[in-house]
C-alpha cells in the first residue's frame, strides 16, 4: 500500500512496541458450553429443538460443534489494542496491520440480531408468578445456580415453561456470560414470557455491548487474571476470519455453515505470533488480513445513540478504505498506555466524505490543536535539517573514572571496569590454565547442583501424561469413556504442597481448584469439562516418598481413590495413605463447594483410598 501524502494522527498503541502483556494463563470468563450440555441432558431433548431454533440458538448451535476454544490467540488480540477513544468498538494490530472488531463483525460472525433498539416500543408482561415458581426474586432477574437448582423439579413442568428456564440459562452463559452467582437484567429476562418479544429483541446488540464493556474497563498487565463477559467465543473466530493465515493454519475451517462462528472446529496447536508473523512475510510479504467488514462510507460506523467520530480513528479508517494505511506508522513512534503522542503520517486522498446528521464531529481544545501543529512542524524541521548533514555526528570521547584505567584492553571489544588501584596490564585470557583447587571446588558445585533436583521432577512422566490428556481430546478418543480428565503432573505437585498449608488454615485454598474443577487448568489440559458433572474419573501420577511414582485413579462419584503401585514393598498400607491425604481431604471440600446440593450432599468425609495388589510387579 502506498502511503498518502500529507500528516495525519492514527489512534496510538494502548502498550508500547515490545512490552505488550503477556499471556499468563490467567484469562477468565463464564461462557463455558459445557454448562449448555446440562441444559440438554436435564430439559429434555423437546426443549433442546426449541432452543435450537430460538432468537439465539446459534449457541446451542456451537454447542454440538467439536469447537476448542484458545484464550492465548484472544489474549494476544486484547494486549495489542489501539487506544480507541469510542467504546463501541476495539481495534487491535497484528504485526502493522489493524483490525477491527465492531457490532458490524459481531453480527456477521454471530448473525444475531443487532438492530437498534426499539425506543419507541411500549412492552411489558407480569413475570411475578413464574418467578415465586422458579423461586427467584421477583425484582431481579434469576441466576444460572438458580435455574440449575429448577433442573431435577421441572422436567415434569410443561413444555412452554421448561422452554423458558432453557432460554434464561443461554442469556446467562450464551449472551451475558455471567458468574453463575450473577443476575440477568429483569427487563432482559422477563422476555422469555412473551415468545413474539424475546424473538424480535436485538440479543446480538446485547451481547456486544456485555462484551466490548467487560473489554474497555481492562488492563492487561500487573494482575494475575482478568475476567471477560459476553460470548467471547466470538472474538476467536473473529481472528480466524479477520487474519488470513491463523485461520488457514490453526482454524480448521468447517464448509458450509450457515455463520462464521459454526465454521471454525478452532485447535489446541500453540501459536508463536512473531513466527507466524515472519512467515507470513516470507511468504507473501505481509501479513494477510481482512481489516474490517465492508461498507458503503456513509454506513462505515455502527448506529449508535452517542455516535461521536474521533478524528484519529476516521483518518485510519479513510486511509484503509482508500488502499492508503501508513503501515510503519506504529514503528516509528510506539506510543505507551500512559501517554499518546502526537505522530504524523501522511494524508488520504479519501474524498471527505460528511457523517450523518445525526453524528457530531469530535473537536479538540486550541491549546491542543496549536500545540499538536507546533510539534509536526518542529518534526519537520528536524528532518530537514538531518538530510542536509554530509556525515553523521560524532561521538564524544568516554570519560574514565579515577579507578578505570583504561576502556579496553588490548584489542578486546569487552570494556573492563576496574575496582581496585593495581590491576593486570595483561589482557585475560580464558584458555589458561586453572588451578586444581578451584578446578575441583566448581565441579562438585556444578555435580551437587544437578544432584539436587526438585522432588518429581522427571520429565517422563509428565511428557505421558501430556500424552494421555491429548489422546483423549482427539475427535475419536482411544479411550472407553469421554467422562474422564487427566491431571498434569505440574498441578498434582504443587496440590500436594498447598495441602501442607490448608491443614493449618482450612478455609485457604486457591482459586485455581475451582478452575480445574470446571475443566479450565492447567492451561496445558484444559477440557471444559466439569467433575462430576461431565467427567467421572480423574487420572494422575504421584510422587510418593521422594523417590517412588504411583498412578492413582479417583473415581468421583464413587469417591475412592485406586492406587496401583508396581512395587508394593516400597511403602506399607499406612504410608501410602497418608502419601495420598492431599487428594482425599482437598477433593470433598472442592465438591462441597463447586456442586449444589440437590446434585450432592455436602460431606467432610474423606475419599477412599484402595490399593490394588493384583497388578505387575516392576522387575529389581
Known amino acids: 500500500m502506498a502511503p498518502s501524502s500529507g500528516m495525519r494522527k492514527y489512534p496510538p498503541r494502548l502498550y508500547e512496541a515490545g512490552k505488550t502483556p503477556i499471556q499468563n494463563r490467567s484469562m477468565n470468563h463464564s461462557c463455558f458450553l459445557s454448562n449448555i450440555q446440562m441444559v440438554k441432558e436435564n430439559l429434555r431433548e423437546d426443549v433442546w429443538s426449541a432452543l435450537r431454533e430460538s432468537a ?3 449457541i446451542v448451535k456451537l454447542k454440538e460443534l467439536d469447537y476448542i476454544w484458545s484464550a492465548k490467540v484472544v489474549h494476544y488480540f486484547l494486549a495489542n489494542q489501539l487506544a480507541i477513544e469510542s467504546s463501541h468498538e476495539i481495534w487491535s494490530l497484528i504485526d502493522c496491520m489493524p483490525l477491527r472488531f465492531s457490532l458490524y463483525e459481531f453480527g456477521e460472525i454471530t448473525g444475531l440480531n443487532c438492530d437498534p433498539f426499539d425506543k419507541s416500543e411500549v412492552w411489558d408482561v407480569d413475570h411475578q408468578e413464574f418467578w415465586l415458581e422458579m423461586k427467584v426474586p421477583t425484582s431481579d432477574g434469576p441466576t444460572l445456580k438458580e435455574l440449575q437448582a429448577l433442573f431435577s423439579v421441572c422436567r415434569n413442568w410443561p413444555l412452554e415453561k421448561r422452554v423458558m428456564v432453557g432460554l434464561l440459562c443461554l442469556l446467562s452463559i450464551g449472551i451475558f456470560d455471567i458468574s453463575s452467582n450473577s443476575r440477568i437484567p429483569l427487563h432482559c429476562a422477563k422476555r422469555v414470557l412473551d415468545t413474539a418479544a424475546f424473538q424480535r429483541y436485538p440479543w446480538g446488540r446485547v451481547g456486544f455491548c456485555s462484551l466490548v464493556e467487560s473489554i474497555k474497563v481492562l488492563t492487561y498487565e500487573g494482575k494475575k487474571s482478568y475476567t471477560l463477559h459476553g ?12 487474519v488470513i493465515g491463523v485461520g488457514e493454519i490453526y482454524g480448521n475451517r468447517i464448509e458450509g455453515a450457515d455463520v462464521p462462528l459454526l465454521s471454525w472446529h478452532g485447535s489446541r496447536t500453540r501459536i508463536n505470533f512473531s513466527d507466524f508473523c515472519a512467515q507470513e512475510k516470507r511468504e507473501h510479504q505481509k501479513i494477510r488480513v481482512r481489516h474490517l ?40 513512534m510506539p506510543a505507551t498506555k500512559f501517554e499518546k503522542r502526537k505522530y504524523g503520517v501522511a494524508a488520504s486522498v479519501v474524498p471527505n466524505v460528511s457523517p450523518s446528521s445525526k453524528r457530531r464531529k ?23 535539517l538531518a538530510s542536509t548533514l554530509e556525515e553523521p555526528t560524532r561521538r564524544r570521547k568516554p570519560t574514565l573514572t579515577k579507578t578505570q584505567v583504561w576502556s579496553y584492553v588490548g584489542n578486546s571489544t569487552v570494556r573492563r571496569i576496574i575496582t581496585a588501584e593495581k590491576v593486570s596490564k595483561q589482557p585475560y585470557d580464558p584458555l589458561a590454565k586453572v588451578e586444581a583447587e578451584k578446578l575441583h571446588k566448581v565441579l562438585d558445585f556444578i555435580k551437587s547442583d544437578m544432584e539436587a533436583k526438585e522432588p518429581g521432577s522427571g520429565d517422563e512422566s509428565a511428557a505421558a501424561m501430556l500424552m494421555f490428556y491429548r489422546r483423549s481430546m482427539q475427535e475419536q478418543s482411544p479411550y472407553s469413556s469421554s467422562r474422564i480428565a487427566f491431571l498434569s503432573r505440574w498441578f498434582v505437585n504443587s496440590w500436594v504442597n498447598d495441602y ?15 478452575k480445574a474443577f470446571d475443566g479450565e487448568h492447567p492451561a496445558d489440559f484444559v477440557m471444559g469439562k466439569k467433575w462430576v458433572v461431565d467427567v467421572d474419573d480423574l487420572f494422575l501420577c504421584h510422587h510418593v516418598n521422594g523417590d517412588h511414582w504411583v498412578a492413582l485413579h479417583i473415581d468421583l462419584p464413587k469417591e475412592v481413590i485406586h492406587v496401583y503401585d508396581s512395587i508394593h514393598t516400597h511403602l506399607s498400607d499406612k504410608q501410602m495413605i497418608d502419601e495420598c491425604r492431599p487428594f482425599m481431604r482437598i477433593i470433598p471440600t472442592v465438591l462441597n463447594k463447586m ?15 484402595r490399593r490394588h495388589k493384583k497388578i505387575p510387579k516392576m522387575r529389581t
Request: with cysteine; glycine share 4%.
Open 56 to 58: 439465539i440458538g446459534v
Open 231 to 242: 460470548c467471547v467465543h466470538v472474538l476467536l473466530i473473529c481472528i480466524y476470519e479477520s
Open 500 to 514: 501442607k498449608k490448608w491443614e493449618k488454615n482450612t478455609n485457604e485454598l486457591s482459586e485455581l481448584y475451582n
Open 293 to 332: 467488514i465492508m461498507k458503503p462510507v456513509e454506513d462505515i460506523y455502527p448506529k449508535w445513540n452517542n455516535d461521536t467520530i474521533y478524528t484519529d480513528l476516521d483518518n485510519m479508517i479513510k486511509d484503509i478504505l482508500n488502499g492508503q494505511l501508513n503501515e510503519k506508522f506504529w514503528d516509528a
Open 362 to 384: 469530535d473537536t479538540e481544545p486550541a491549546d491542543v490543536g496549536e500545540a499538536s501543529d507546533m510539534v509536526a512542524a518542529h518534526n519537520v524541521a528536524i528532518l530537514g
Open 595 to 609: 456442586l449444589p446440593a440437590k446434585m450432592r450432599k455436602k460431606s467432610d468425609k474423606q475419599f477412599t483410598c
